[in-house]
């Protein structure tokens, strides 16, 4: 079960979005706003993906919270077994909203953030964030702001808590 989710969710239709011309793509950034640290960004995410390496933890669950104009506050546990995904089980949150989850690994979301922080490099008007645990690395939340002008709900958030060794 490998499949790409969590900061695809935030970053994509915003990001998808503006490149259609669906919204802004052309109107500019709203004044404020500043273009994200690429290399702060990517050097962060280095030396937790290096700590998460060297934690070497297989089996783990964690509670995968989302906010955004369509996910409604969902609220998932998410279970990884020998290195890969092994249970979803929605504990909150509208059951009708549009949030999708596969239960993705602390590995895949590594991944995804990498992808999502080379994808604002190169995309005006996004402000992206994430933050990891200081012990063993794996991520702790990641935000998003869309700053072009006219836009409305442009903003969305993901966290991880309750991350439990198994």
């Known amino acids: 079960m490998n499949a790409p989710l969590l900061v695809p969710l935030l970053i994509a239709l915003p990001l998808a979005l503006s490149s259609c011309g669906v919204f802004g793509a052309s109107s500019g950034c709203t004044s404020g706003y500043q273009r994200p640290n690429i290399s702060a960004l990517t050097a962060d995410l280095t030396a937790a993906h290096q700590r998460w390496k060297t934690a070497n933890i297989q089996d783990y669950s964690y509670t995968f919270s989302q906010s955004n104009f369509f996910t409604a506050g969902s609220k998932f546990r998410i279970t990884v077994r020998n290195g890969g995904p092994a249970s979803v089980e929605r504990i909150g949150g509208d059951p009708s909203s549009s949030a999708l989850i596969t239960g993705e690994t602390v590995d895949e979301l590594f991944s995804d953030t990498a992808r999502a922080i080379n994808k604002v490099a190169t995309t005006n008007c996004i402000e992206i964030d994430f933050t990891y645990d200081s ?10 702001s869309n700053w072009t002008q006219g836009i409305q709900d442009g903003f969305g958030s993901w966290s991880i808590s309750d991350f439990t060794r198994l």
Request: aromatic share 10%; charged share 10%.
């Open 135 to 144: 012990i063993d690395g794996h991520l702790t939340s990641s935000g998003y």
